[in-house]
């Protein structure tokens, strides 16, 4: 089976094997502007040490999982030496990174039952991943544990899920997966689900159905942060309509200045400040950058299909001779997604969820923030735009914290009033059973 990602994996190897596409070798260059000596750069290196980059989606634990000589086995890699991937314990230090909540993502085309089982992996995997290291990352399940890790010097960790295919239509086993610790869940994933339509598919709910819009409120209950990157626009307005609480976009981008479906409309935007929500700003090559996604987008679906990562590198060469040479998403690209978000939702209503997935080469990596270790390049070009400490403070975390807080007071009154919801996807929505693979309905 060809998941996205498996795809995605295969279009980074190809992609580093033709590394020079463009005239120019793949490597990590210093941000633009900077030197070892740029001010901006100290600035930004001593801001994140001191207020903690909380970053909200990370795949590492995904990449562990289909390591090809070692997959599930945390004992073949030691996260405390610096690697070539694009995330380990001294890279996350050098990015100044605090909070880490990592992705216990699972494909959307699973069955039901194999979804929740490799969820089940996926959540165990990520919980050894984090007690393995003691003394550099410490679980955590809410703002209160998050200041207790971080005030301990370690990295606070928590799980987000990546598709609520894997509640397998049932508010029970939603219940289940945040007693292990799941703090938020993004709604669906590539695939449209039974009850939340994907950006990524076509759409059969006009955004959510009634058992949908029962998961909001029952996450809201619960505590547990509604995630609407990967759904559709209408799924977006949908669950603004129905929340009682700020919800997140773990990873998404502006839709304004990269016309991608993953990204986040301005009509959206707007209702983010009425919401108290906040957009975590994606650092994917093709959903920051114009040029790369034009001249990628009839690319992609052939790679998608390329056997290997050899029949890729081909398909990339061709499409060059065709096509040009292939554009570069850079740093810049990044911060201009990150002030469009400000300038429409507001400075209280952005952060940073940066998705990095162990890709490699230009056509999936930004110029400039090649790994978790370049955070504060980001930060510096900010600060040479004019941003103050106060809304970087804001950006690094301090909005993300601030909805987090606020699901956990509404969670808390919800309680005293709501007990835990029966209802069915049969009874709401007319019967669906415990779930459907895409292609199957």
């Known amino acids: 089976m060809i998941t996205p990602r498996t795809a995605v994996a295969r279009v980074a190897a190809a992609s580093l094997a033709v590394a020079t596409l463009g005239g120019a070798p793949f490597t990590a260059l210093p941000a633009q502007g900077a030197t070892s000596t740029d001010t901006s750069l100290r600035r930004a290196r001593a801001l994140l040490r001191e207020v903690g ?49 990592w992705s216990v993502y699972v ?4 069955s039901p039952l194999n979804a929740m089982r490799a969820q089940l992996e996926q959540i165990d995997l990520t919980r050894r991943l984090i007690a393995r290291y003691p003394r550099d990352l410490g679980f955590a399940a809410s ?56 950006a990524t598919d076509a759409p059969r709910h006009g955004g959510l159905s009634r058992f949908g819009k029962e998961v909001v409120r029952e996450m809201n209950r619960l505590g547990m942060l509604v995630d609407i990157s990967h759904v559709s626009p209408a799924a977006m307005s949908a669950v603004l309509d129905v929340t009682e609480a700020p919800v997140i976009f773990s990873h998404s981008s502006a839709r304004t200045l990269t016309d991608h479906v ?29 040029p790369l996604r034009r001249w990628s987008e009839g690319l992609i679906p052939q790679l998608q299909k390329a056997p290997s990562a050899s029949d890729a590198e081909r398909l990339i060469r061709e499409w060059t001779v065709t096509h040009g040479p292939m554009p570069r998403a850079t ?49 510096a070009e900010l600060i040479r735009r004019g941003w103050s400490d106060a809304d970087l403070r804001k950006l690094a975390g301090g909005n993300v914290l601030r909805v987090f807080a ?11 009033t709501r007990e835990p919801s029966t209802a069915t996807i049969e009874a709401l929505d007319g019967g669906k059973g415990p779930g459907t693979p895409p292609g199957h309905h």
């Open 143 to 198: 703002t209160a544990d998050i200041r207790r890790v971080r005030a301990s010097g370690r990295i606070a960790s928590l799980l987000g899920i990546e598709g609520g295919h894997v509640i397998a239509n049932s508010l029970g086993t939603l219940r289940a997966y945040y007693d292990l610790g799941v703090r938020y869940m993004t709604l669906t994933h590539f695939h449209t689900t039974d009850w939340a339509d994907a």
């Open 331 to 379: 740093l810049k690209d990044v911060a201009d997604h990150v002030e469009h978000i400000r300038r429409v939702a507001g400075i209280d209503h952005v952060g940073i969820g940066a998705d990095f997935y162990g890709a490699t080469g230009p056509m999936n990596v930004v110029e400039g923030i090649e790994d978790v270790s370049r955070y504060p390049a980001l930060f």
């Open 107 to 110: 494909p959307s085309d699973l």
């Open 53 to 101: 980059l909380v970053d909200t989606h990370n795949d590492l634990p995904w990449v562990l999982r289909l390591d090809p000589t070692h997959p599930m086995d945390l004992t073949a890699r030691d996260l405390r030496t610096r690697g070539t991937g694009d995330t380990d314990l001294p890279k996350l230090r050098d990015g100044g990174v605090g909070t880490q909540f």
């Open 406 to 416: 606020e699901a956990e007071r509404v969670a808390a009154r919800l309680q005293r």
């Open 262 to 290: 993953r990204n986040v409309p301005d009509s959206i935007l707007q209702r983010m400040a009425r919401n108290g929500g906040v957009v975590q700003v994606n650092f994917v090559t093709v959903f920051v950058s114009e």
